[in-house]
């Protein structure tokens, strides 16, 4: 059945660590969203078995297989299990505390070396 193409729904690419829209590219030319946009796929793997490397040509990113030859996008990511990278949580630190757990107040004086320099 032929469905009529509206504007704008024809080259939509997804991000292959979330599926949402890609508007953005990483380093490596691969589109993603903003929110990955500094994370890298990694190493990938062919259905041979060898390991794909990646390049970017007129038409996207795409891989290429040592026996297999160019391997598109869509067939490498089908392949290979592609999973976000972890975010690094930063705790926020508290005030110093001594060995009976009270909070420690620091006094900076104007000639302090550690503070100013």
């Known amino acids: 059945m032929y469905m009529k193409k509206t ?5 939509t690419k997804a991000c292959p660590f979330c599926g949402a829209a890609a508007y953005a590219k ?3 030319g ?6 990955h946009k500094h994370a890298t796929l990694g190493e990938m793997k062919c259905v041979c078995g060898s390991f ?14 040592e026996t ?3 391997v598109n996008m869509k067939k490498a990511l089908s392949v290979n ?3 976000a990278p972890a975010k690094k949580v930063e705790r926020a630190r508290g005030p110093k ?5 009270n909070a420690v107040e ?11 320099s």
């Open 68 to 70: 297999c030859g160019p």
């Open 97 to 101: 505390k001594d060995e009976w757990g």
């Open 106 to 116: 620091e006094v900076v004086r104007p000639d302090d070396p550690r503070y100013f």
């Open 52 to 65: 794909l490397e990646q390049k970017t040509g007129k038409w996207g990113a795409f891989f290429v297989c």
């Open 26 to 28: 990483n380093k490596d």
């Open 81 to 83: 299990d592609v999973q």
């Open 30 to 35: 691969v589109p993603v969203c903003a929110n």
């Open 7 to 11: 504007y704008g729904q024809n080259m």
